[in-house]
């Protein structure tokens, strides 16, 4: 069964500490894994996509590498607005697209 | 502004009356899709299109309906027959009927069902 997993669930930053977010998952055939931002009662703003293990992409201080199991959104030096929710999505074989529940990140100044 | 939008933003509705909420894009995609989001549970897929005049059911269909009548617009019908209709919807769309594109979403319409 294709699943996606995201951890944590929540994380507490303070302004310029560097983290990690997680995405890991199981498809039959990854044809594309894709990083989104959240805002709260807001529609999902796309980031990255990453197609093949290896790959990595960076936008100002967001950076999200690939690998065959899982998927990283590294943060570096956070500021308070990049407060949301980071949702990660996997395409595998066919058309439709599979959410992780997502990462709810505070950054606190 | 290309982009999609989604109205109305709050829809409020009583039992056992049908509702549609509208979903229009000026992107050029061929395929569009509805999800549903409640909170602590990842986003689900109620239908999808690739083409005009062409829709499949996703993982969570039964109560919903759609057409799909123009390329730009992907109405969805929230049914009386949806035992939780109250929940946060979104619409998006992706260039590409095979290809592997990333989907962008709309603004979301909150739903709310007394």
């Known amino acids: 069964e294709d699943q996606v997993t995201q951890s944590p669930e929540a994380l507490r930053l303070q302004e310029g500490e560097s983290s990690s977010l997680n995405c890991s998952y199981t498809v039959s055939g990854l044809r594309g894994l894709f990083w989104y931002r959240q805002d709260p009662g807001k529609g999902p703003e796309f980031l990255f996509t990453l197609y093949s293990a290896g790959e990595e992409k960076e936008k100002e201080r967001l950076k999200a590498t690939l690998t065959k199991k899982e998927s990283f959104l590294h943060i570096t030096a956070p500021k308070p607005e990049d407060s949301a929710t980071y949702l990660c999505a996997v395409r595998p074989t066919g058309n439709q697209f599979y959410f992780g529940t997502g990462t709810s990140l505070t950054v606190i100044p | 502004d290309g982009g999609i939008t989604q109205s109305p933003k709050y829809l409020f509705r009583k039992e056992g009356q049908n509702v549609t909420l509208s979903c229009e894009q000026n992107l050029n995609h061929d395929a569009m899709y509805w999800y549903r989001q409640d909170p602590g549970q990842g986003l689900r897929l109620i239908y999808y299109s690739q083409i005009v005049n062409d829709f499949q059911k996703g993982d969570i269909a039964e109560g919903y309906s759609v057409s799909r009548e123009k390329k730009e617009s992907f109405p969805l019908t929230v049914t009386s027959a949806q035992k939780n209709p109250t929940a946060f919807y979104l619409c998006?769309?992706?260039?590409?009927?095979?290809?592997?594109?990333?989907?962008?979403f709309g603004p979301g319409t909150r739903l709310t069902v007394t």
């Open positions: 998006a769309s992706s260039p590409h009927r095979q290809g592997i594109y990333e989907q962008y």
